[in-house]
């Protein structure tokens, strides 16, 4: 079944590099994806990438795939106070259905 | 562009009470799912509507059901609530492999 992992807390300075892992155990996954939630809101679609992918870059955001190791990467360039926020990994489950199974998320605290 | 809506936004209830939950999709979105969010952790998936069906369900009782009307919006009903259904309940509409959220309804039983 699936099962995604997550570190629970991150801290990074204002203009650092951000980078939030995550684990998964589906290796049939097709799309893997990463959400943002700031506090009493929803969830934010900010990428994802194609299981037969190694990088996707878009903008700021940075995803990395290592499909072996079933290991996925967020880098956010020159992380921002409102960049503070819970990151969710997600994964999709294979065939039709729209499935998708999240991890606990990441707190990321941006120290100005 | 509209994107996915629900209502209400804040509901309060208590112990065995019943509730539904409103969900409008993102305009040229059929499927909708509904999750349920409690503090502290990820959502965790009920179940999934497409053309008026529920078509994959997470591991969640019956007490949880659920309807898509022609227009596919949905709603989430909740029947004999207990304490631990205090959550966030989330709504995503998607047409091809995206699931796009509401901003979710917060339902504390007391």
């Known amino acids: 079944g699936e099962d995604v992992e997550q570190s629970l807390f991150l801290s990074v300075r204002e203009g650092d590099s951000s980078v939030i892992n995550c684990t998964y155990t589906d290796s049939s996954s097709t799309y893997l994806y990463w959400y943002k939630q700031e506090p009493g809101a929803g969830l934010q679609l900010l990428t994802y990438i194609f299981s037969n992918m190694d990088m996707k870059q878009d903008q700021r955001l940075t995803v990395l795939l290592n499909k072996k190791d079933k290991h996925l990467s967020l880098r956010i360039a020159d992380t921002q106070t409102g960049d503070s926020a819970i990151y969710f990994c997600?994964?999709?489950?294979?065939?039709?259905?729209?499935?998708?199974?999240f991890g606990i998320g990441t707190k990321l605290q941006v120290i100005p | 562009d509209a994107g996915v809506t629900q209502s209400p936004t804040h509901l309060i209830k208590t112990r065995g009470q019943q509730v539904t939950l409103r969900c409008s999709p993102k305009?040229?979105?059929?499927?909708v799912s509904w999750y349920q969010q409690a503090l502290g952790q990820g959502p965790q998936f009920i179940f999934q509507y497409y053309e008026e069906e529920e078509r994959q369900r997470g591991n969640f009782p019956d007490r949880f059901s659920g309807h898509q009307f022609p227009n596919y919006s949905s709603e989430l009903n909740v029947n004999a609530l207990l304490l631990g259904d205090s959550a966030l309940y989330l709504c995503a509409s998607s047409l091809a492999k995206l699931q796009f959220f509401g901003p979710g309804t917060r339902l504390t039983v007391l």
């Open positions: 997600a994964e999709k489950s294979p065939g039709g259905y729209q499935k998708v199974t």
């Open positions: 305009s040229g979105h059929d499927t």
